[in-house]
C-alpha cells in the first residue's frame, strides 16, 4: 500500500512495518494549485496548496492512505480541510508532534505512534511485524543521508543531481535508499572553488534554485532545509520499537515547526557552518511559511554578527524561479569572491 504523507515529521518505520510506504509530498513542483482555492485562505503557503491541489485533482488515486502530520498550523488546517469537506475519497490520518522537547515529548511521541499504529491496523487490516527492523533500517538509510549530506565536496554531481539523489529519500523504501545512496559516499570530487554556502529554509525548490548556485559559482556544502537535514533523526537506543521512533523524532535538529527558538537555531547553523567552512546561508523559505519566517530577522542578525553572509528566498514551490531572486543571489555571491 502506499500513503501519501504530507510533510514534515511521522514515524517512517511504523508505516514499512504494517506493509505501507509512504510517498510525501512537497508541492509537488508544477502543480496547478486553482482548484485548491476554494477551501483555502488567500495566504496559505505554496507546499498546502499544491499538496490540496495535486490529492483533489487525481493524485489520491495513487495512494491507499493520506497522512497529514500536524507539522505547522497550516498543515492542520489542511488536515481539517480534508477530513471535513468531501475532498478525499481514501483514509486521511493525523499525527501530531509535540512542540517540546523533553522527556514528556518522548511520552507523548509514543503515545501518538500507539496510537497511529490502532489506524493503521483498521485500514491494512493486518499487525505490525518487525518494527524494530523497519527501525534499524531507518536509522541506516539516515546515517547514510547524514554522510551524504556532510560530505558534499566528495559528489562529483550538480547542485540538481545530488539534491535528487538526497530527496529519494522522500520516496524509496529506506533499504533501497541505503543501497543508491551509498557507493556516494566513497566517491571522489577533485578540488572546489565554488562558494560554499549553507542551504536552510523549507525545501530545495523550485529546482531553478539548485541550478541559479551552480551557475552563480556556488555549492552547498550543508544543508537545513525542513526536508532534508532538519530530518535527520538519530539512531534511537532502546528496544521497543515504539519507543525507539519516539526517541529519534524526538531529538530531530532544532526546527521552529517544533518550537526550537532563535538561540538553538541560530547555535545549530553556526556549528554546521563551521563544519562545512560555509561562508554565507542561503534561506530558500516558502512565501506565507510563518514558522520561518517568524524567526528569520533575529535568526539573520545573530549569523551575520558572528560574521556569516545571508540572504532570503521568498518562493512558491509550484513556480520556476523568478529572475529577481537569481540576480539576488548571484550579488550576494559577487561581494563575497
Ligand atoms: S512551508 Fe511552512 S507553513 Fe507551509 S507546510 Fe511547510 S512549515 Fe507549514
Given at each position: 500500500?502506499?500513503?501519501?504523507?504530507?510533510?514534515?515529521?511521522?514515524?517512517?518505520?511504523?508505516?514499512?512495518?504494517?506493509?505501507?510506504?509512504p510517498v510525501e509530498?512537497?508541492?509537488?513542483?508544477?502543480?496547478?494549485?486553482?482548484?485548491?482555492?476554494?477551501?483555502?485562505?488567500?495566504?496559505?503557503?505554496?507546499?498546502?496548496?499544491?499538496?490540496?491541489?495535486?490529492?483533489?485533482?487525481?493524485?489520491?488515486?495513487?495512494?491507499?492512505?493520506?497522512?497529514?502530520?500536524?507539522?505547522?498550523?497550516?498543515?492542520?488546517?489542511?488536515?481539517?480541510?480534508?477530513?471535513?469537506?468531501?475532498?478525499?475519497?481514501?483514509?486521511?490520518?493525523?499525527?501530531?508532534?509535540?512542540?517540546?522537547?523533553?522527556?514528556?515529548?518522548?511520552?507523548?511521541?509514543?503515545?501518538?505512534?500507539?496510537?497511529?499504529?490502532?489506524?493503521?491496523?483498521?485500514?491494512?487490516?493486518?499487525?505490525?511485524?518487525?518494527?524494530?527492523?523497519?527501525?534499524?533500517?531507518?536509522?541506516?538509510?539516515?546515517?547514510?543521508?547524514?554522510?551524504?549530506?556532510?560530505?558534499?565536496?566528495?559528489?562529483?554531481?550538480?547542485?540538481?543531481?545530488?539534491?535528487?539523489?538526497?530527496?529519494?529519500?522522500?520516496?524509496?523504501?529506506?533499504?533501497?535508499?541505503?543501497?543508491?545512496?551509498?557507493?556516494?559516499?566513497?566517491?571522489?570530487?577533485?578540488?572546489?572553488?565554488?562558494?560554499?554556502?549553507?542551504?536552510?529554509?523549507?525545501?530545495?525548490?523550485?529546482?531553478?534554485?539548485?541550478?541559479?548556485?551552480?551557475?552563480?559559482?556556488?555549492?552547498?556544502?550543508?544543508?537545513?532545509?525542513?526536508?532534508?537535514?532538519?530530518?535527520?533523526?538519530?539512531?534511537?537506543?532502546?528496544?521497543?520499537?515504539?519507543?525507539?521512533?519516539?526517541?529519534?523524532?524526538?531529538?530531530?535538529?532544532?526546527?521552529?515547526?517544533?518550537?526550537?527558538?532563535?538561540?538553538?537555531?541560530?547555535?545549530?547553523?553556526?556549528?554546521l557552518a563551521k563544519?562545512?567552512?560555509?561562508?554565507?546561508?542561503?534561506?530558500?523559505?516558502?512565501?506565507?511559511?510563518?514558522?520561518?519566517?517568524?524567526?528569520?530577522?533575529?535568526?539573520?542578525?545573530?549569523?551575520?554578527?558572528?560574521?556569516?553572509?545571508?540572504?532570503?528566498?521568498?518562493?512558491?514551490?509550484?513556480?520556476?524561479?523568478?529572475?529577481?531572486?537569481?540576480?539576488?543571489?548571484?550579488?550576494?555571491?559577487?561581494?563575497?569572491?
Amino acid at each position: 500500500m502506499i500513503a501519501a504523507a504530507l510533510p514534515i515529521l511521522y514515524p517512517r518505520e511504523l508505516l514499512r512495518s504494517f506493509g505501507v510506504l509512504p510517498v510525501e509530498l512537497w508541492g509537488p513542483p508544477g502543480t496547478k494549485t486553482a482548484i485548491a482555492d476554494r477551501w483555502l485562505q488567500a495566504y496559505t503557503c505554496s507546499i498546502i496548496r499544491g499538496g490540496l491541489a495535486f490529492l483533489a485533482g487525481g493524485g489520491q488515486d495513487h495512494a491507499d492512505i493520506i497522512l497529514v502530520p500536524h507539522g505547522c498550523d497550516s498543515l492542520q488546517g489542511l488536515g481539517s480541510v480534508l477530513l471535513d469537506f468531501p475532498v478525499l475519497s481514501k483514509p486521511a490520518l493525523s499525527f501530531y508532534h509535540p512542540r517540546t522537547r523533553s522527556r514528556a515529548s518522548v511520552d507523548y511521541l509514543e503515545a501518538e505512534i500507539e496510537s497511529l499504529a490502532e489506524e493503521l491496523q483498521k485500514i491494512t487490516g493486518r499487525e505490525a511485524t518487525d518494527a524494530l527492523e523497519a527501525t534499524i533500517r531507518e536509522e541506516e538509510a539516515d546515517s547514510v543521508l547524514a554522510k551524504l549530506l556532510a560530505g558534499r565536496l566528495q559528489v562529483a554531481l550538480s547542485c540538481r543531481d545530488y539534491y535528487r539523489l538526497v530527496r529519494c529519500r522522500e520516496y524509496l523504501p529506506a533499504e533501497q535508499f541505503t543501497a543508491l545512496a551509498r557507493p556516494w559516499l566513497s566517491s571522489e570530487s577533485g578540488p572546489s572553488s565554488a562558494m560554499p554556502v549553507l542551504l536552510s529554509g523549507v525545501v530545495p525548490e523550485p529546482s531553478g534554485l539548485l541550478d541559479a548556485l551552480n551557475e552563480a559559482g556556488a555549492v552547498v556544502v550543508a544543508d537545513d532545509t525542513i526536508a532534508c537535514g532538519r530530518r535527520l533523526t538519530p539512531e534511537g537506543r532502546d528496544q521497543s520499537a515504539y519507543r525507539r521512533m519516539a526517541e529519534r523524532m524526538a531529538s530531530a535538529p532544532p526546527c521552529p515547526t517544533r518550537g526550537a527558538s532563535v538561540e538553538e537555531r541560530s547555535r545549530h547553523l553556526l556549528d554546521l557552518a563551521k563544519r562545512s567552512g560555509a561562508k554565507a546561508v542561503v534561506f530558500a523559505v516558502v512565501k506565507f511559511c510563518e514558522p520561518e519566517l517568524f524567526q528569520l530577522p533575529l535568526l539573520k542578525t545573530a549569523l551575520e554578527r558572528a560574521g556569516l553572509r545571508t540572504t532570503i528566498l521568498e518562493v512558491d514551490v509550484t513556480e520556476p524561479l523568478p529572475q529577481q531572486l537569481k540576480t539576488r543571489m548571484e550579488a550576494l555571491l559577487e561581494t563575497m569572491s
